[in-house]
């Protein structure tokens, strides 16, 4: 007797829902995350068109809203010096993830003429660039998944990393991609 696979598809969607959200609690439960009081606090983000999720801490971060096209959120400190982004976009031009790296140390270079990439990584489908400048650091991190960019950087004030270097750390561990449903 063959199954009726077509019975089950409709359950999909909310075994999917499920899934995620013990993603995150397990994200959430990770022991040794949240290094203070300050930090133990933290809401998520969602983004339903491309399928992601972040954590923030409200304390710090303020959402702006999403664009009209949905693909993500800004974020800035409640004084406006620190700004997150996080977003998702097509794979139009069929980037590779060097090619990503190598066109965003270029664009933080035309931000601020002193900056100089500390670290850059490419493993899998991940790249990692960490910078610095004469007054900020960054951070960003960009996940591919099929034809999908994922994209979340941070840029804060050198005088602010005691501050933002462990929740922007706390956010990359907590930037989730979700299986995008064919």
């Known amino acids: 007797m063959t199954p009726d696979i077509h ?7 909310a075994l999917l829902a499920i899934a995620l959200l013990f993603l995150l609690a397990a994200c959430a439960a990770k022991p040794g995350i949240h290094t203070t009081a300050e ?6 983000y969602n983004n339903a068109r491309f399928g992601y999720s972040i954590c923030y801490p409200p304390d710090q971060l303020v959402p702006q809203g999403e664009p009209d096209n949905s693909d993500g959120q800004r974020f800035l400190s409640k004084d ?37 990439p500390l670290d850059t990584q490419v493993t899998g489908t991940t790249s ?43 956010m990359a561990d907590c930037f989730l991609v979700f299986p995008q449903a064919r």
């Open 7 to 13: 019975r089950y598809s409709k359950c999909a969607p």
């Open 39 to 44: 930090q133990s606090a933290y809401n998520t």
């Open 80 to 116: 406006g010096r620190a700004i997150v982004l996080v977003f998702g976009s097509h794979n139009a031009l069929n980037k590779t993830l060097r090619d990503i790296q190598q066109s965003e140390i270029e664009r933080f270079k035309g931000l601020d003429g002193s900056f100089k």
């Open 128 to 170: 990692i660039l960490e910078g610095t400048s004469d007054t900020q650091d960054y951070y960003e991190k960009v996940v591919f998944s099929g034809d999908t960019i994922f994209t979340f950087i941070a840029q804060y004030p050198k005088k602010d990393v005691s501050t933002f270097e462990p929740i922007v750390s706390h």
